[in-house]
C-alpha cells in the first residue's frame, strides 16, 4: 500500500477530577492526532497524548515528530504495513508516543481500505470481551474510599490503587479502600514508589491480611532489575513490569532474570501495534502473561489498545479506563463498557468515526 499524505492536528480534553500518581498530576489531556491517507482513499488516525514524566513528550514535540521525519518517513512510500512500521520505527530515537500515533494511525487506515476491523487482521475476534478496571487515583484514604465505593456501584469489578508516595499512608489508603469496596478485586500500583525492602514487608503485609489483591505493579524503580527480581521472588503476589519494559528487548531480559510474573504492554512505551505485539511474543515465550495498559490518553489510543489486547493470546488483562476520566468523549464509537467488560462496537478499521481538526468538546459518551 501506498501513504499518500500524512496529516496531524492538536487537541485538548479537560479530565472530570485530576488524575494522580506518584510520578505526576495531571487535570487535562493535551493530545496530538496523526491521520494517514492512503492512496486508495482510506484515512485513518492514531493519536497521542503529553507525557512528559513518563516519555519525555510534550504535545508540541509529538506534533513536531510527525510533521518532520516521522511524516518523511512513510509519505509516499510503497510498502507492505509491516514494512511502513519498520520505517517509522527507525525513524528518529525514542519518539514512542509520537511513533505509536503515526502507526496505530497506518493500521486504521490499512484495516479501513479492507473493510474489516483491525483486531481481525491481528488474528483476533471482533467479538471477544475482556473485563476492565477502574484506576483509583493517589489522594487522601478518604477521598480513595469514596472513589471505590462510586467505581464498584457502577459496575467495576477490579480496582486499580494507586500508592507510592509514602508508606505508612499507603496503608491507609489501601485500608480505607478494602472498607469502602469490599467485593473489589485490587491490581495495586505503586509507580516506582518502594524500595525492594519496603515493598517485600508492604506485600508481605498485604497477604498476611488477607487482602484481595490481584498483583502489584512495578513496585519498585524501572532501572533495578535485580531489586525487582528480589522482590517477585519473596512475595506470594504475582508482580508485574511496567516501567521497566518499553521493547521486547526489555521483556526478555525480565523474563531470562525471573524479574517479575507479569508484563505491562502500553503503545505510547512501545512505539506502535507491532512493537507491542513483539513483546507479547516473548511473554509467551516466557509462559507468563500479559496487561495492555494505557496512560491518561484519549479514546483513539485506548481504542486500538483493545484491538490489540483481544488479537494475542498472552494478553489476557487490560487497563484501559482512561476515557472515563475524560469531560469529553470524541470520537464517537470503538467500543463500549458494559458494567466490567470492554467489547468492540465493530466496524472497519479501529470502528471510531474521525476525529476533526479543532472537533468541540462533546459531553457524555460511552464509557
Excluded at 5 to 10: I, Q
Aim: with cysteine; hydrophobic share 50%; charged share 20%.
Amino acid at each position: 500500500m501506498t501513504v499518500a499524505a500524512v496529516h496531524c492536528h492538536r487537541h485538548r480534553a479537560p479530565l472530570l477530577r485530576p488524575f494522580v500518581t506518584a510520578a505526576r498530576r495531571t487535570e487535562a489531556v493535551e493530545y496530538v492526532v496523526a491521520e494517514v491517507e492512503l492512496t486508495g482513499g482510506a484515512v485513518g488516525q492514531g493519536s497521542a497524548a503529553e507525557t512528559v514524566a513518563v516519555t519525555g513528550e510534550s504535545a508540541q514535540s509529538i506534533a513536531a515528530a510527525l510533521a518532520g521525519p516521522l511524516r518523511a518517513a512513510v509519505e509516499g512510500a510503497t510498502d507492505t504495513v509491516a514494512g511502513h512500521s519498520a520505517r517509522i520505527a527507525a525513524a528518529l530515537e525514542g519518539a514512542t508516543s509520537a511513533k505509536a500515533a503515526l502507526e496505530v494511525a497506518l493500521h486504521d487506515a490499512w484495516a479501513r481500505a479492507a473493510g474489516r476491523p483491525l483486531v481481525e487482521l491481528l488474528g483476533g475476534d471482533v467479538h471477544g470481551r475482556l473485563r476492565n478496571d477502574m484506576t483509583i487515583s493517589l489522594e487522601d484514604p478518604a477521598v480513595m474510599a469514596a472513589r471505590s465505593r462510586e467505581a464498584v456501584t457502577g459496575g467495576a469489578e477490579i480496582l486499580k490503587i494507586k500508592l507510592g508516595r509514602d508508606v505508612a499512608l499507603d496503608r491507609e489508603r489501601l485500608s480505607a479502600v478494602v472498607e469502602a469496596a469490599p467485593q473489589a478485586r485490587l491490581r495495586l500500583d505503586a509507580n516506582q514508589g518502594w524500595l525492594p525492602a519496603q515493598a517485600i514487608e508492604i506485600i508481605t503485609g498485604f497477604t498476611q491480611a488477607g487482602l484481595p489483591v490481584d498483583l502489584v505493579e512495578q513496585p519498585v524503580a524501572a532501572e533495578d532489575l535485580d531489586g525487582l527480581a528480589r522482590v517477585t521472588a519473596a512475595v506470594d503476589v504475582p508482580i508485574m513490569a511496567d516501567e521497566s519494559v518499553w521493547s521486547a528487548e526489555d521483556a526478555r531480559r525480565l523474563t531470562d532474570a525471573a524479574a517479575c510474573d507479569l508484563l505491562n504492554i502500553k503503545l505510547a512505551k512501545t512505539g506502535g501495534l507491532r512493537g507491542a505485539l513483539a513483546i507479547a511474543d516473548v511473554a509467551a515465550e516466557a509462559g507468563i502473561e500479559c496487561m495492555l495498559g494505557a496512560m491518561m490518553e484519549p479514546r483513539i489510543s485506548v481504542t486500538a489498545a483493545a484491538h490489540l489486547a483481544l488479537a494475542h493470546p498472552a494478553i489476557t488483562m487490560i487497563d484501559l479506563d482512561p476515557p472515563a476520566w475524560f469531560a469529553t468523549s470524541l470520537p464517537r464509537g470503538g467500543y463500549i463498557q458494559e458494567g466490567a467488560w470492554l467489547r468492540l462496537t465493530g466496524g472497519p478499521g479501529l470502528g471510531l468515526e474521525p476525529l476533526p481538526p479543532g472537533a468541540p468538546p462533546a459531553p457524555g459518551g460511552e464509557h
